[in-house]
Every structure is written in structure tokens, then in C-alpha cells.
């Protein structure tokens, strides 16, 4: 009996033993998840294609998918309205129309975008041109492979005689979905232990042996011819040296402006939203552009929300509003010569946060076509949700040519602590936080400085308690106060600026002072972190000599 035992042993195993080398001949015809389906990288995506007269359209969450977390495509369902855009263009198309917008010109389709069950499909028309995104169909099939141009994809051919199988894993033991013949290629996608994952001419997918398959050429998706980047303006063997023109009810007096050394730039608030339809109020004056050409300044004119929250959440979110603000730009920055817009919006619900990214995407490639500069203003990172949540940075610096962080108001004006406006580690963690937290890169960001500071006024009220205000006052008022008080500003190392200060009136006044040495030590930060330059808020707040310090400090040799 024993003998008998281990004979059926021997048999069994070498039974499964033999089984284990056999290829399985049964045969599972191709199936996909969907009608038309697409394969990228050799997957199944799931979703499938609408096919309109032999031309293909994609969903747009599948899109959304492979363009990533730019997303570079927007779709507004009331107005049934796509955006598309790229670091040139911006495509704009409503579903069931033959023609769009590209930029300024008419965009003609042979086939519309469509709405099948709630889902948006795009022809591929429009992405081949603007993502180099490839719709290869084969019609016997029904499979669309998606590939981008300047993929490099590696092709083999089947080595044996009697063909080869591609099967629906990567063993041998697996049903096979069909078979090809000897010298027939196929496309490589990866390799899992000793298989290969193919793709034949026909879109089909599955599992080779590796020992079946003989390499052969690498396939490298033709690229398109692509537009010029545009080269944002910058000083040679200098950097960016900005101040701000507060432009309110009247125009700027330039008779009254001295020499400023060292500004190569001059942003006057010229541009404000009115309304929710996108109305923008212009202040702008010819004879100061002539005025700032003359001294060779180049004018980047600032565009306000006004700080308005509820217009700026109506301003932004729809497509015909975003795009009227956008042409009522072009067309200020032409008539008046400009060079940039500078956007400056503020106090802004945190919702409104993809729609101003999106409105900046709009934006840029049609200023950047008119030869503009486009820059943006944030504030340093906060919790507070209507002056820095609401700003993603990290988006927003993939797009504009500039980024002013505005590092100021540490200690703001209804601040129940008195403080420094901006105290040399607050600036210093301002910079290092959107450099490495956003990722902005450096040669975009721009160091925003004060030249105003606050005098702060401690007082007891009837229970004891000290209550606190503040006022703005420029350099020169400051240093009055200093001549008239005769005081002695000593060195606040804490705050890295100098300080004052004295009794008035039963109340101790308090002054963290801007000077020449405190804008001396934030321009060595901007050289530090080499960053793009450095900005002053704003020119009327400066006494003559701040001029000379900023640009000494910004220009000195190493």
C-alpha cells in the first residue's frame, strides 16, 4: 500500500509538475469596460470615446486625468463653454459649435464638443494642437490609443515560427486573447517578471513572453513646431527694482517726483473692478507714461479688485466676465503703451481661489501676445482666508512672470499688538515659505518692502487696561518726529530695524523705524534667496535719500 501511496505521489506531482510547462490553448476574446475604449500605456482607462464620422472625442474626465493638476481645460455648464489653455494660448468653444476663439482670431472645427449623458466629450482637433495629445482609431477594432507627441515608444516583432500568443496575464498558463504571426510588431509598454505588456497594430492588449519577442526600433511620436516662450523683461546684470505710484483722485504731479537711482520700474494703481460684470475703471495718464518712458522706466499698471469681495466672486466666475476684464486690459496696456499688469487682488472670498487661478491662465498668453508682462501681488502665507488663503501660490507662480510678496503689515493697523510692519525673521520666513512650500521659483518672486512704518499709541483706559492704535506715516514724517522729540533710535535686534519711543499726552507712542538700514537688510535677503528684484510700497511714503541705499544694496558686488 505504501508503495502504492507514493507512486500516486509521483504521479500527481509530475502530473501538476508537467501541467505547470504547458501554455493553455483556451482561447477569452478581448473585452474593455466601454464601447470605443481608450488604452493609454498600454491600460485600459476605462471610459470610451464618441466616434463622430470617424473622428474622435474624448471625455473630459479623462482628460483631466492625463493633463494633470494644471488643469489646463475649464468647462463652465451654464454657459456650456470650454476654456482651454497653455502657456500660449486659450481656447474658448461652446458645445455644439463648429467655431471658437483662439487668442484673438477665429478657430474653426470640423466636429463640436458634445454633452453625451452629462459627460462633456471634446474633439481631438483642439488637443492634438494644444496638449500634443494623439487619437490613433483603428475602426476594425473600435480601440483609440492616446499618445503625446515626443513619447518614445519601443517596438518588437514575434520571433517564432509558428507565431506567438498574447495572453490576458503574464503566465502561460493564462487563456490567450489571440495569436500573431512571426515578424508582426507590436508596441512594448513595461515589462513584468520576464512578460511584456504589447499592444498589436490593431490596439489590442495583453501579455507576451519575453522570449517570444525580439526588440527592434524605438517609435518616437512626431513633435509639432511650438511657438517662441516669451522672454518676461529683466534687467541686465541687475535686478528688478519696482515702486508703486497710489494714483486716487488726482494725477500724479511728476513736476514733483526727484531722481529716483536704481527704479527701473514704476507700477501706478490705475486700473480698479467696478462691478461683477467685469467693469474696469481707468485712471490712466498719457503724460505720465511719457514722463516714466522719458527717465527709461517701463509702467506695469496695477489692477484692483478694490477689494470687494462679492463683485470679485461675480467678476470671476463666469467666462464672459473673465474675458471682458481681459479685453479691457489689452486694450488700456495698447492705447496707453504700457508694459505689465500688475494684479493686485485682495480680501477675496477663499471659493473665488480656482477661479482666479483660472482668470490668470486666461489672462497671461493674451498680454504676453501684446508683449506684456504679467505680475501678480500676494501677501505672505497666513490662516486668514480673505488675505491669503484664498491665493494658490503654487498655481499662480506656474503662470505669471512675477510674484511681488507684499511683506508688510506683520503687525497691520487695527493690530491689537503693537509692531514692527515687518520685522527682518517675519520677511525672512515670507520668502523661505512660498520658495519652498509653493514652489515659486526665485527668478520669479520679488521682495515687496514698506516704506511707511506705524506709530503706535499705548493707553489705559478707566479699568486699566491698555488699549492700542496705530497710524501710517511715510519716512519723512517719521523722521520730523524723531528731529522734533530729539529722540535716540536704538537697535531692536529682535525686530532687526531701529526703534523709538516716547510719552505724549499720557500715552506711550511707539516707533519701529524704516530706514535706510532696514531697506538695506531686506534687499540682502532678495540677494540672499536671488530672488528677481524688490518692490516699495509706496513712492510718496520715501524720503530722497532711500533711493540711493535700495540701489546700492541691490547692485553691490558680491
Known sequence: MLMLFFAAAIITFGWFGYMKFIPSNEHQAPSYSSANPIIVSGKDTGYGAVIDNGAVKLPLPLLEELLGEDKPIHYEEESKTLVMTTA??????????????????????????????????????????????????????????????????????????????????????????????????????????????????????????????????????????????????????????????????????????????????????????????????????????????????????????????????????????????????????????????????????????ENLVQFVKEMTPLLHEQGLVVSIDVTPKSNSEMWSVFLDRPALGKVVDYMMVMAYDEHWGSSPKAGSVASLPWVERSIARILEEDGVPASKLILSMPLYTRVWTEQKDETGAVKVSSKAIGMETMKSIISEKKLKPVLDEAAGQNYVEYQEDGALKRIWIEDEMSMKSRVELARKYNLAGVATWQRTFQTPSIWGAIDEALTKMP
Open 88 to 353: 500660449h494660448k486659450v481656447l474658448r468653444l461652446k458645445t455644439d459649435a463648429l467655431t471658437g476663439i483662439m487668442n484673438q482670431s477665429d478657430y474653426k472645427l470640423t466636429i463640436a464638443a458634445e454633452v453625451v449623458e452629462g459627460t462633456v466629450y471634446i474633439p481631438i482637433e483642439p488637443l492634438e494642437e494644444l496638449f500634443g495629445l494623439h487619437a490613433e482609431y483603428d475602426e476594425t477594432s473600435s480601440i483609440i490609443t492616446i499618445v503625446r507627441e515626443a513619447d518614445t515608444i519601443q517596438l518588437a516583432e514575434a520571433t517564432p515560427k509558428d507565431g506567438a500568443a498574447i495572453r490576458v496575464a503574464p503566465s502561460i498558463r493564462e487563456p490567450y486573447l489571440l495569436k500573431i504571426g512571426q515578424g508582426e510588431t507590436v508596441r512594448i509598454w513595461e515589462e513584468v517578471d520576464g512578460w511584456m505588456l504589447v499592444q498589436n497594430a490593431a490596439g489590442h492588449v495583453g501579455y507576451m513572453n519575453k522570449k517570444d519577442l525580439r526588440l527592434t526600433k524605438i517609435d518616437k511620436i512626431p513633435e509639432s513646431e511650438q511657438p517662441e516662450a516669451f522672454i518676461p523683461w529683466k534687467v541686465m546684470g541687475s535686478k528688478i527694482n519696482l515702486t508703486w505710484e497710489a494714483v486716487y483722485n488726482r494725477k500724479t504731479d511728476t513736476a514733483k517726483i526727484g531722481e529716483m537711482p536704481g527704479v527701473n520700474v514704476v507700477s501706478p494703481t490705475w486700473f480698479e473692478l467696478t462691478d461683477g460684470k467685469g467693469t474696469i475703471e481707468g485712471k490712466a495718464d498719457p503724460a505720465y507714461v511719457k514722463w516714466a518712458h522719458n527717465r527709461g522706466y517701463q509702467v506695469w499698471a496695477l489692477f484692483s479688485n478694490g477689494f470687494e469681495p462679492k463683485q470679485t466672486t461675480e467678476a470671476l466666475s463666469t467666462v464672459e466676465s473673465r474675458f471682458s476684464m481681459i479685453q479691457q486690459l489689452l486694450a488700456f496696456a495698447k492705447i496707453y503703451n504700457l508694459q505689465g499688469i500688475n494684479i493686485d487682488f485682495e480680501n477675496v472670498y477663499t471659493k473665488d481661489k
